[in-house]
């Protein structure tokens, strides 16, 4: 399958050179931000700087919006079903561009990672009508409907697994299953299912705080735009209701933060239904995609998609999927440059 994504510079070229000089030109350093013993379910709990980081085996895009807002998009190409990915709220590509996670992947996947509006190189930020998980969902909704996904599965950690909840919840074509990391339900997850841990030091908290403002900073972000992006999880309510109903397959993962007694699925406020599966990630805290972690959590993510792909083989009777995935030509545009404007 061929796609080419139009490039911004065809509707706009200041859209265009906006993005070129807040993306591809001057970028933060990416510095890892607080020291912790490596035995600690929290060593990784951090707040990355804007990404500075690209893999040659992905190709980078951009995508202008129904609101000509530009999301940047990764793509490695497969032969298999493909597996979108949503970074978290202070996230970018760089949750995913690992070779601890990447290597882990079954090779023959085709991968998307979408970085959400303002972060890495997406641009603007959201505004208040847009900082919403439904909002965040229709985006990728209009990614894979323009890309012409056939046999797709999303991914996302935390606010990306509750936009990846929200796209199940909207049933668009070729979703086959959702695995969220650490992708909350709804809110009130976080104080029922780990309100038994140890209160942060104020120091922690202060370390907290300037890890946000250092990401904020590196983003171009104002004070007000980062406000309406952490308060956004707190807002959306359709979690639960889609969990009771979807009969999609999904997959919840989530780091046992080392606790004697992990919470059950009522505290997480997850329905027990044979299509939902919930797995824990031994020594993790909340950022199971470090990565120390990301190894364990791509070859969960194989074994799930294996079973479904398997089970709708058997069930359609078809064991030819080479239809299925994406397929990457040459005229893709790039950071670099674009190949092909027309």
Not at 82 to 101: A, I, M, N, Q
Not at 193 to 200: D, N, W
Request: with cysteine; proline share 6%; hydrophobic share 40%.
């Amino acid at each position: 399958m061929r796609f080419r994504p139009k490039p911004p510079l065809l509707r706009s070229g200041v859209v265009f050179l906006v993005w070129w000089n807040l993306t591809c030109g001057l970028a933060a350093p990416a510095t890892r931000l607080t020291e912790t013993p490596a035995s600690s379910a929290a060593a990784d709990d951090f707040v990355p700087t804007k990404a500075t980081i690209d893999r040659a085996d992905f190709t980078t895009h951009a995508f202008v919006l129904r609101d000509q807002a530009l999301l940047a998009y990764y793509v490695r190409p497969g032969t298999g079903p493909t597996l979108v990915l949503s970074p978290g709220t202070h996230g970018d590509r760089s949750t995913y561009f690992t070779d601890e996670f990447l290597s882990s992947l079954d090779a023959r996947f085709g991968v998307v990672i979408i970085e959400t509006r303002g972060q890495g190189r997406s641009w603007p930020p959201p505004t208040t009508a847009q900082a919403t998980i439904e909002s965040y969902a229709a985006d990728v909704i209009e990614v894979a409907r323009y890309l012409k996904l056939t046999n797709w599965y999303v991914s996302g950690h935390s606010l990306g697994g509750m936009t990846a909840i929200e796209i199940a919840g909207r049933k668009p074509a070729g979703l086959r299953g959702v695995i969220t990391l650490e992708g909350w339900v709804h809110f009130r997850a976080t104080q029922l299912a780990f309100s038994g841990l140890p209160a942060a030091t104020q120091e922690q908290n202060a370390e907290g705080r300037r890890q946000r403002e250092a990401r904020r900073i590196s983003q171009r972000w104002t004070p007000e735009e980062n406000a309406l992006l952490t308060g956004m999880w707190r807002i959306w309510d359709h979690g639960e209701a889609i969990m009771r109903e979807t009969a999609l397959p999904f997959l919840t993962l989530w780091g046992d933060r080392d606790l004697a007694v992990r919470p059950g699925r009522e505290k997480l406020l997850l329905p027990d239904r044979p299509n939902v599966q919930v797995g824990w990630i031994a020594g993790s805290g909340h950022y199971i995609t470090a990565p120390r972690h990301a190894g364990d959590v791509a070859a969960r993510i194989n074994r799930f998609i294996h079973e479904v792909e398997n089970a709708t083989t058997r069930k359609s009777g078809d064991s030819s999927r080479s239809q299925h995935g994406i397929r990457v030509s040459s005229d893709f545009q790039t950071c670099a440059g674009f190949s092909n404007l027309n």
